[in-house]
Antibody, heavy 116, light 107 residues
């Protein structure tokens, strides 16, 4: 069974730099491109970032380009999202999902709240 | 970037009703569109990809159609467990973009 477990969320001050993690199990992590998708409270889904199987290719939404960095450690079956210079509008539940350009299995999400 | 719109934004329907949701892309995306279902407090679930391919395990009352810029998700006979919010996603090019969602609730 595919399992994706996000962590690293919480209350962050504006301008903060948390790193989210997503621990994967139940599938061959290194064979799958991965994504981060977020959802602000009461709002719709927003794709944030994607990464290829090897990590050599990365993709970003315009809203986070230059502030967020996606990466992966295939030896640890873990996906990361380094978030810098956070703003109030980055407040959201952050989901990781496998499946490349068509996110398939999703984690339960981790809430990031940006507030002073 | 490709912009996605959905209509209606919400609808009220009864069990057994046929429901159709429309998704439009700002430019042609061939058949590279997926549909997701999300219930409150849970992660989205993929229903359909490549416009009309049903995800394994998804009931056959769900169907998708369309190509180019206009797409539909149809639920042939609405069941109690289908009350949820539905999102389209274009998977033609990065950045991936979701539609704003259609909330289906009980009439």
């Amino acid at each position: 069974e595919v399992q994706l477990l996000e962590s690293g969320g919480g209350l962050v001050q504006p301008g903060g730099s948390p790193r989210l993690s997503c621990a994967a199990s139940g599938f061959t992590f290194s064979n799958y491109p991965m994504n981060w998708v977020r959802q602000a409270p009461g709002k719709g889904l927003e794709w944030v970032s994607g990464i290829s199987e090897s990590g050599s290719s990365t993709y970003y939404a315009d809203s986070v380009k230059g502030r967020f960095t996606i990466s992966r450690d295939n030896s640890k079956d873990t996906l990361y999202l380094q978030m810098n210079n956070l703003r109030a509008e980055d407040t959201a539940v952050y989901y990781c999902a496998n499946g490349g350009m068509i996110p398939d299995s999703w984690g339960q999400g981790t809430l990031v709240t940006v507030s002073s | 970037d490709i912009q996605m719109t959905q209509s209606p934004s919400s609808l009220s329907a009864s069990v057994g009703d046929r429901v159709t949701i429309t998704c439009r892309a700002s430019q042609g995306i061939r058949s590279l569109l997926a549909w997701y279902q999300q219930k409150p407090g849970t992660a989205p679930k993929r229903l359909i990809y490549d416009a009309s391919s049903l995800q394994r395990g998804v009931p056959s009352r769900f169907s998708g159609g369309g190509s180019g810029t206009e797409f539909t998700l149809t639920i042939s006979s609405l069941q109690p467990e289908d009350f949820a919010t539905y999102y389209c996603l274009q998977h033609n090019s990065y950045p991936l973009t979701f539609g704003p969602g259609t909330k289906v609730d009980i009439k």
